[in-house]
T-cell receptor, first 114, second 109 residues
Framework: NAGVTQTPKFRILKIGQSMTLQCTQD?????MYWYRQDPGMGLKLIYY???????DKGEVPNGYNVSRSTTEDFPLRLELAAPSQTSVYFC?????????????FGSGTQLSVL | AQRVTQPEKLLSVFKGAPVELKCNYS??????LFWYVQYSRQRLQLLLR??SRESIKGFTADLNKGETSFHLKKPFAQEEDSAMYYC???????????FGTGTRLQVFP
């Protein structure tokens, strides 16, 4: 059981380039989340999804896009990379938002925009 | 508004000392509070959830709705407790799970 898998683990982008961070889970979870982790800022919610075809903005959605065509996959797209998007990105999932259902996290993608 | 505040970025203690990591929240509905932990080179993982009223690795946390707090406590810190700790908030009326800024706990021998 792989859980939540993120690829790539590391990536360096030039300003203005685009890329997609991949996230897939094999637990048949309905809810999926993207967070970014910056030193001193904690984890900020970028986008989330409550099921295939349904996505919604989190706290810091600007500069990002998501899609959820299947239950398993929740890719995060950066269209025009900026230095402010240098961060560690985490994908997470849970079955639903039933009371106290815990999140399962991926191992993260470390992104540098230079 | 849904908000989590962790006032301390860094907390340093010696082994055997008591530990309290503070967490305050803001939420208009019925809150669901969690503590997540990130050990060095490991994934973020759930430590505690308030509904369970459990003790994990000697840690406990009590939800105080009057003070809107969910502080994490341990009577005797161990070196292996050194990690980044995040308080997180969700609720019955939201699908979002919001995290605080985190507190790094350093336990010295």
């Amino acid at each position: 059981n792989a859980g939540v898998t993120q690829t790539p683990k590391f990536r360096i982008l030039k300003i203005g380039q685009s890329m997609t961070l991949q996230c897939t889970q094999d637990m048949n979870h309905n809810y999926m989340y993207w967070y970014r982790q910056d030193p001193g800022m904690g984890l900020k919610l970028i986008y989330y999804s409550v099921g295939a075809g349904i996505t919604d903005k989190g706290e810091v959605p600007n500069g990002y896009n998501v899609s959820r065509s299947t239950t398993e996959d929740f890719p995060l797209r950066l269209e025009l990379a900026a230095p402010s998007q240098t961060s560690v990105y985490f994908c997470a999932s849970r079955w639903d938002r039933a009371y106290n259902e815990k999140l399962f996290f991926g191992s993260g993608t470390q992104l540098s925009v230079l | 508004a849904q908000r989590v505040t962790q006032p301390e970025k860094l907390l340093s203690v010696f082994k055997g000392a008591p530990v309290e990591l503070k967490c305050n929240y803001s939420y208009s509905g019925s809150p669901e509070l969690f503590w997540y932990v990130q050990y060095s080179r490991q994934r973020l993982q759930l430590l505690l959830r308030h509904i369970s009223r459990e003790s994990i690795k000697g840690f406990t946390a009590d939800l105080n709705k009057g003070e809107t707090s969910f502080h994490l406590k341990k009577p005797f810190a161990q070196e292996e407790d050194s990690a980044m700790y995040y308080c997180a908030l969700s609720g019955r009326n939201t699908d979002k799970l919001i995290f605080g800024t985190g507190t790094r706990l350093q336990v010295f021998p």
